[in-house]
């Protein structure tokens, strides 16, 4: 066991201490400190989230090439494209998922 936190516990004391400050601050750079604490909580959510298994280039090589008549291949695509929306929303945008 490391005895210093790692990046996901560094990265949670800095958002937890930079949200405390927000209401003590003037208020024309709320704005710039929550972007600030989202672009954090995203990192966090990256960082745990399962590893990538596909690649932008093979997805999108499945797409040029899936043929139209096969509704097999449209279905396993459509599959495909849904289930790498969900896990990049997951990481950006988790709260759009909530209930879906």
Not at 12 to 20: G, Q, S, T, Y
Not at 55 to 68: E, F, G, K, M, N
Request: proline share 4%.
């Amino acid at each position: 066991m490391p005895d210093h936190p790692d990046a996901r516990a560094l990265l949670d004391a800095a958002r937890d201490a930079l949200v405390a400050l927000i209401g003590d601050t003037d208020r024309r750079h709320h704005y710039t400190l929550r972007m600030v604490a989202s672009a954090m909580a995203i990192a966090r959510r990256e960082i745990d989230a399962p590893a990538h298994t596909g690649s932008d280039a093979l997805l999108w090589q499945r797409v040029r090439i899936c043929d139209t008549d096969d509704v097999a291949a449209q279905k396993s695509l459509h599959t495909a494209l849904v289930a790498e929306t969900r896990a990049r929303l997951a990481v950006s945008n988790p709260k759009f998922l909530a209930g879906r």
